[in-house]
T-cell receptor
Framework: QKEVEQNSGPLSVPEGAIASLNCTYS??????FFWYRQYSGKSPELIMF????GDKEDGRFTAQLNKASQYVSLLIRDSQPSDSATYLC?????????????FGRGTSLIVHP | DTGVSQDPRHKITKRGQNVTFRCDPI?????LYWYRQTLGQGPEFLTY????????KSRLLSDRFSAERPKGSFSTLEIQRTEQGDSAMYLC?????????????FGPGTRLTVT
């Protein structure tokens, strides 16, 4: 069973702090990794994707990938109340015929003023 | 608007009825995916198309579910003989490229309630 694991939270941080969201995955052959934000009752919205080991920064967001440890994380700097949402980690895993996106259950983030 | 669109946004049906959902992907995207999402869970893969070819279906997908993508443009997902357990958000996503590595862009979803 190929899996993506996330702590369901909630993770509560004060406004202006750094929020750190973590994800582990089981398929060592995975090639691409994604973070999505999902507000309650809405569909997932792509935040970032990362393919190579190391850090990738986009504005207040930084994705970090460590393939050896099968670990991907998302840092949100200067967290705002509007960042309060569920953050989904997705990993494209090879199922024998194709690479299929597999999602974690998501981590609920609450940013309090 | 060049994003992914889905229709209808909400559907209430009685158990045993058939329902059909439509997805229009971003026009230049080759891949189209269908997912189901229930409360507290991440999206669960159902099936995907590369252009008009359906290349993979989840082993968890009941025979009551069928999907098409004629001419490689829009796609439909049909659920026959609906059951209460089919109540969920049905999400469509499209993706550029043809190797399965690329990011996906989701539509707004169709929320199905089976009574």
């Amino acid at each position: 069973q190929k899996e993506v694991e996330q702590n369901s939270g909630p993770l509560s941080v004060p406004e202006g702090a750094i929020a750190s969201l973590n994800c582990t995955y089981s398929d060592r052959g995975s090639q691409s990794f994604f973070w999505y934000r999902q507000y309650s009752g809405k569909s997932p919205e792509l935040i970032m994707f990362i393919y190579s080991n190391g850090d990738k920064e986009d504005g207040r967001f930084t994705a970090q990938l460590n393939k050896a440890s099968q670990y991907v994380s998302l840092l949100i700097r200067d967290s705002q109340p509007s960042d309060s949402a569920t953050y989904l980690c997705a990993v494209n895993m090879f199922t024998g015929g194709s690479y299929i996106p597999t999602f974690g259950r998501g981590t609920s983030l609450i940013v309090h003023p | 608007d060049t994003g992914v669109s889905q229709d209808p946004r909400h559907k209430i049906t009685k158990r045993g009825q058939n329902v059909t959902f439509r997805c229009d992907p971003i026009s230049e995207h080759n891949r189209l995916y269908w997912y189901r999402q229930t409360l507290g869970q991440g999206p669960e893969f159902l099936t995907y198309f590369q252009n008009e070819a359906q290349l993979e279906k989840s082993r968890l997908l009941s025979d009551r579910f069928s999907a098409e993508r004629p001419k490689g443009s829009f796609s439909t997902l049909e659920i026959q003989r609906t059951e209460q357990g089919d109540s969920a958000m049905y999400l469509c996503a499209s993706s550029p490229g043809d190797r399965g590595f690329a990011e996906q862009y989701f539509g707004p979803g169709t929320r199905l309630t089976v009574t």
